[in-house]
Nanobody
Framework: QVQLVESGGGLVQPGGSLRLSCAASGSLIRINTMGWYRQTPGKQRELVATITSTGSTNYADSVKGRFTVSRDNAKNTVYLQMNSLEREDTAVYFC??????????????WGQGTQVTVSS
């Protein structure tokens, strides 16, 4: 089993910044793509940003130029630096990882989610 533990959410004013972290642990051989998704009540979970093991990134159009995803492969950790936050960024943010396990195959794992609230 693989566990993803997120941290760094909270309340921030519009225009402010937050940095989310997500550390993976457990029975894994390596992690391929890691990423961040977000969800608001009544809406489907949507992609925010992903990053491959070699550092290739992909962003939702709504966060391009404001958010930066990065990772530390040695620590199995992915980060999301969020700048110029807007009220529309308010959501529960979920970490996601595609991990190769000792039991064979690649599986997708999710964190428990961390709340980000942008409000004055």
């Amino acid at each position: 089993q693989v566990q993803l533990v997120e941290s760094g959410g909270g309340l921030v004013q519009p225009g402010g910044s937050l940095r989310l972290s997500c550390a993976a642990s457990g029975s894994l051989i390596r992690i391929n793509t890691m990423g961040w998704y977000r969800q608001t009540p009544g809406k489907q979970r949507e992609l925010v940003a992903t990053i491959t093991s070699t550092g290739s990134t992909n962003y939702a159009d709504s966060v391009k130029g404001r958010f930066t995803v990065s990772r530390d492969n040695a620590k199995n950790t992915v980060y999301l630096q969020m700048n110029s936050l807007e009220r529309e960024d308010t959501a529960v943010y979920f970490c996601n990882a595609a991990a190769v396990t000792p039991f064979g195959g690649t599986y997708t794992f999710w964190g428990q989610g961390t709340q980000v609230t942008v409000s004055s």
